[in-house]
């Protein structure tokens, strides 16, 4: 004696039933690594160049890196006038550095955040670098100002530091 077989399954439509936090968090979840396979997480540089009447100032700064990560920021001041330049100050907004830790600068600065460069003669270029380990995540503005005598030249910064 042999059992009849079962009934067939009733017909069934495929249906994703998702809750509304999901239908918002489900592409979200996506959007992530694919976002990252792009780059739109990864650190980038900016530069920055502004010129005055006797200055020149062009800035290389980490527009985007990580915490507790290291960045170099560079900035380049040419005397444009035709005469020696005895004393070319550079100095960097408190604001902006004191986001960062373990700043370092070289050559050192002579008061707070400020680089003296001396006898700078025309047409000669010097560098100020300055190394910061990202501390305060966020989005941090500053601006670095070149001054000789009553000439001075500003450069905007906007470096974001990510979680």
Known sequence: MSLPSPPPPPPIDPKIDL???????FPILLAVPILALFGIFGETRGHAHTTSGSIDVEVSYPARFRYRQVQSLRVSVRNLSSLVADTMKVSFDTAYVARFSSVRFDPAPKSAYTVDLTDVKPSESRLVSVELWGQDYGNHRGTVV???????AIVHLRTFVFP
């Open 146 to 152: 070149a001054r000789h005598g009553s000439d001075s």
């Open 19 to 25: 809750t509304w936090k999901q239908r918002i968090g």
